[in-house]
């Protein structure tokens, strides 16, 4: 069992940046592939950012969020970031980091079904 709590989310104007934490509970953090998805009002969730497990070699990133954002792990801290440059209004959503003990790597861990979620942290970016 992991339990997952985001923060780090608030308001920026567009161009601006955030980074997102996402902290685990457990002493297995690092067996874990970690993701971070989004929902917009209206919109179904997508995925944005993941990152396989142990030392974190592989990443993936949706189209949308590619050469802006920037996932990453620090297993001896249980965390996760997300760090999101150049936002822009459309990034608004509620964020939400994901876990799941797959072995997935490359674009694979944009469509596992994660086993855990957190309850998600606002992101807001205004023109």
């Known amino acids: 069992q992991v339990q997952l709590v985001e923060s780090g989310g608030g308001s920026v104007q567009a161009g601006g940046s955030l980074r997102l934490s996402c902290a685990a509970s457990?002493?297995?953090?690092?067996?874990?592939?970690m993701g971070w998805f989004r929902q917009a009002p209206g919109k179904e969730r997508e995925f944005v950012a993941a990152?396989?497990?142990?030392?974190?070699?592989?990443?993936y990133y949706a189209d949308s969020v590619k050469g802006r954002f920037t996932i990453s792990r620090d297993n001896a801290k249980n965390t996760v970031y997300l760090q999101m440059n150049s936002l822009k209004p459309e990034d608004t959503a509620v964020y939400y980091c994901?876990?799941?003990?797959?072995?997935?790597?490359?674009?694979?861990?944009?469509?596992?079904?994660?086993?855990?979620w957190g309850q998600g942290t606002q992101v807001t970016v205004s023109s």
């Open positions: 994901a876990a799941d003990k797959s072995p997935a790597n490359g674009q694979t861990m944009g469509i596992i079904p994660y086993d855990y």
């Open positions: 457990g002493r297995t953090f690092s067996s874990y592939a």
């Open positions: 990152i396989s497990r142990w030392g974190g070699v592989s990443t």
